[in-house]
């Protein structure tokens, strides 16, 4: 007697899907891969647009006018009180701006809430200008895709280094000396 229904075969997969995913997957991880890459950037040798921020003491800090008044070259690192990275990297931080008086050391909170910022600015205590950015004006100027984020700009205004990830002061030291 002849069986009416035919026995299943093996499973199928769309062959074209499988390839897509793999594919997206791929590419993820190599623009991930290329926003962490804390060698030279495309930003490098861009003047960066003026930008401001309000500082925890009350003024206002602007690029342009650092710039044209101190000259000194600028270390920005973009934190959120929410970010244990930034959190962990600030006293590194506090180490080499200590070290370094000739180079401006500048944290600006962003993606964060005012009142956090301040309370943890405060609770850390470094030794650098600590500010918030409620308009995201800096953030904007300066994209970036994760936090901790840290700009290297020198007396001239251009981008000469930028790392997105956390920096120790061995490492900070030495994006200095290379750098600057």
Avoid at 45 to 74: K, W, Y
Avoid at 141 to 165: C, E, M, R, S
């Amino acid at each position: 007697m002849d069986d009416p229904q035919p026995s299943p075969g093996p499973l199928r997969s769309k062959p074209g899907l499988l390839t897509v995913a793999v594919v997206v997957v791929v590419t993820l991880g190599l623009v991930v891969a290329a926003r962490l890459d804390t060698g030279p950037t495309g930003a490098e040798q861009e003047t960066v647009p003026d930008f401001q921020f309000e500082v925890f003491d009350g003024s206002t800090f602007s690029l342009a006018e650092h710039l044209a008044d101190d000259g000194r070259p600028v270390v920005l690192n973009f934190w959120a009180s929410w970010c244990p990275p930034c959190r962990a990297e600030m006293p590194d931080f506090d180490i080499v701006a200590r070290a370094h008086p000739e180079v401006m050391f500048v944290g600006v909170a962003v993606d964060d809430v005012e009142a956090n910022a301040r309370a943890f600015g405060a609770e850390i205590g470094v030794s650098y200008l600590l500010g918030f950015d409620p308009t995201g004006q800096a953030h904007l100027t300066l994209p970036f895709v994760a936090l901790p984020t840290t700009w290297i700009i020198d007396g001239d205004g251009v981008v000469v280094h930028k790392v997105q990830g956390v920096m120790t002061a061995d490492q900070l030291e030495q994006a200095l000396a290379d750098k600057l």
